[in-house]
């Protein structure tokens, strides 16, 4: 490999590993948004339970 | 704010994986081209491959910062609260594809040159002024409330930024003295056949790249608000 090779493979990589980068970041916060939906609904299920009224049977 | 609202225009109806689709394509087309169809440069040889890239992002990284400042006369015009925030996207991605300027810039120099950087260089302190500025847009936006103030201030200084681009581009044509090649001049582009087509597929290429990127990230900070006012209602 030349020197104008590895230069210009260097520059290629650098491109490639910045939007990687870039992808997982997006990826892990689109991760927690996901979790955070997820604890709302749990949260929104309990505070539906609770707020039922007993019936009374009979 | 509907979410239908963000869908009315025609390049937002694009579904998401269709345009990751195309531009995993077009990159991956892109690379063929530069890395076996294009001639070596009679000049400059094998390096001169890093121009595909190096010069493609340059004009998507000024076409990132220059819809984010119109997003931002948008948001001071209309007072649409999600053009603040497209604003913002787009400055983000003129940002990252301006590092990836300098970079690539940075490695072809110093084949070419032999330096890492030139200070005597304009249109790569300019580039630079351009991208600080750019930066400092961060610091404004993470320093203030959120609200209409910082939005008010954020696409002010959007537009202020905007300002540079010409002067950047421009500078090399109007320099006297420069070794950083003109390739586009007011008789058209420098090159031709095999070395113009692979530039326009990778033109294509990052364009589309840097617009998927913009609307996965878009997606993601709608989803973030959506999620805030949701807590807050809450609470």
């Keep these: 490999m030349t020197t104008a090779e590895k230069y210009v493979t260097a520059a290629y990589c650098v491109v490639f590993a910045l939007v990687l980068l870039y992808v997982v970041i997006i990826a892990l916060k689109l991760q927690r948004l996901e979790r955070e939906v997820d604890e709302l609904a749990e949260r929104r299920e309990t505070e539906a339970e609770d707020e039922r009224e007993p019936v009374e049977v009979g | 704010m509907s979410p239908a609202r963000h869908n009315s225009g025609l390049m937002a109806r694009i579904p998401l994986p269709a345009l990751a689709t195309a531009t995993l394509a077009l990159v991956t087309t892109a690379l063929c081209f530069v890395f076996f169809v294009a001639p070596n440069d009679a000049d400059q040889g094998f390096s001169q491959r890093i121009f595909y890239f190096h010069v493609s992002i340059a004009f998507t990284a000024y076409a990132c910062f220059i819809g984010g400042a119109w997003k931002a006369l948008r948001y001071l015009w209309k007072r649409d609260p999600s053009a603040d925030l497209e604003s913002y996207v787009g400055v983000h991605q003129g940002v990252i594809f301006g590092s990836l300027v300098l970079l690539t810039g940075s490695i072809w120099a110093k084949i070419s040159w032999g330096h890492w950087w030139l200070w005597s260089e304009n249109q790569l302190v300019l580039f630079l ?15 203030l409330d959120d609200g209409p103030q910082r939005a008010n201030l954020c696409a002010v200084y959007a537009l202020f930024g905007v300002v540079l681009i010409p002067v950047s581009f421009l500078a090399i044509r109007l320099a006297q003295r420069f070794i950083h090649p003109v390739v586009f001049t007011s008789h058209g582009p420098n090159f031709h056949g095999w070395i113009l087509v692979t530039y326009c597929i990778s033109q294509a290429a990052m ?17 973030d608000r959506r999620l805030r006012d949701l807590r807050r209602a809450y609470a």
């Design chain 2, 207 to 223: 364009f589309v790249l840097a617009y998927t990127l913009y609307r996965v990230e878009l997606a993601g900070k709608r989803l």
């Design chain 2, 129 to 143: 002024v351009l991208f600080l500025f750019y930066c400092a847009y961060f610091m404004l936006r993470y320093s």
